[in-house]
């Protein structure tokens, strides 16, 4: 099974508004990953867990906050986005980071910021 | 510089036949992934095949092949007996050794294909 599941599948918000997107794995992975994607482009990698741990923060601003409550479930957090922040948010997992594993991704959800 | 370059923005392929989609890929690690991921319009990435830069053979998985030629740093992905299904975007992309990067995905432009019945 290599199956990543993520919620909401769609998600419309104002710009005052606090939401949460939510990954879930049940693969063992230890390592997870959000990224977002924007229309006809490749995916662009935001943070990286490892081990429950932060490893990777790609610059992102502070409205964008990630959370790893358990070894299973990713988290982000989201308070006071921008319009340009509308776009495709992909979740994903690995076993563990390294050149040689493979990431699994989930549906996505789209986000879209009035 | 690009790491991953996949120079085909848009193929067409008819159904039944065989495609290929190029990639090529700028490393000076001697340990690094290349994957290829299809991505309906529906937004999912589905993993299609994995080649690690040590395995001496081609990855195969299905229809899905990969045409692997370290010395031209290519890894082209070939689909065999084209289906309707088969339509969407194709991203190349490599996972370099542990170092600072950690491994991170680094994804190419895409490529679109489509299937014509």
């Known amino acids: 099974d290599t199956e990543v599941t993520q919620t909401p599948k769609h998600l419309v918000m104002g710009m005052t508004n606090k939401k949460s997107l939510k990954c879930e794995q049940h693969?063992?992975?230890?390592?997870m990953y959000w990224y977002k994607q924007k229309a006809k482009k490749p995916p662009e990698l935001m943070f990286v867990?490892?081990?429950?741990?932060?490893?990777i923060n790609e610059s992102v601003p502070s409205r964008f906050s990630p959370e790893c409550p358990n070894s299973s479930l990713l988290n982000l957090h989201l308070h006071a986005l921008q319009p340009e922040d509308s776009a495709l948010y992909l979740c994903?997992?690995?076993?563990?980071?390294?050149?040689?594993?493979?990431?699994?991704f989930g549906p996505g959800t789209r986000l879209l910021v009035l | 510089a690009q790491k991953i370059t996949q120079t085909q923005p848009g193929m067409f392929v008819q159904e039944k036949e065989a495609v290929t989609l190029d990639c090529t890929y700028d490393?000076?690690?001697?340990?690094?992934?290349l994957f290829w991921y299809k991505q309906p319009s529906s937004g999912e990435m589905i993993f299609l095949i994995y080649?690690?830069?040590?395995?001496?053979q081609n990855a195969t998985e299905g229809r899905y092949s990969l045409n692997f030629q370290k010395a031209r740093k290519s890894a082209n992905l070939v689909i065999s007996a084209s289906q309707l299904g088969d339509s969407a975007m194709y991203f190349c992309?490599?996972?370099?050794?542990?170092?600072?990067?950690?491994?991170?995905?680094?994804f190419g432009k895409g490529t679109k294909l489509s299937v014509k019945p």
């Open positions: 994903a997992s690995s076993l563990r980071t390294g050149p040689q594993e493979t990431q699994y």
């Open positions: 080649q690690g830069s040590y395995d001496q």
């Open positions: 867990y490892s081990y429950e741990k932060l490893s």
């Open positions: 490393t000076s690690d001697p340990s690094y992934g």
């Open positions: 992309a490599m996972r370099e050794g542990y170092g600072g990067s950690q491994g991170n995905l680094i």
């Open positions: 693969m063992g992975h230890r390592a």
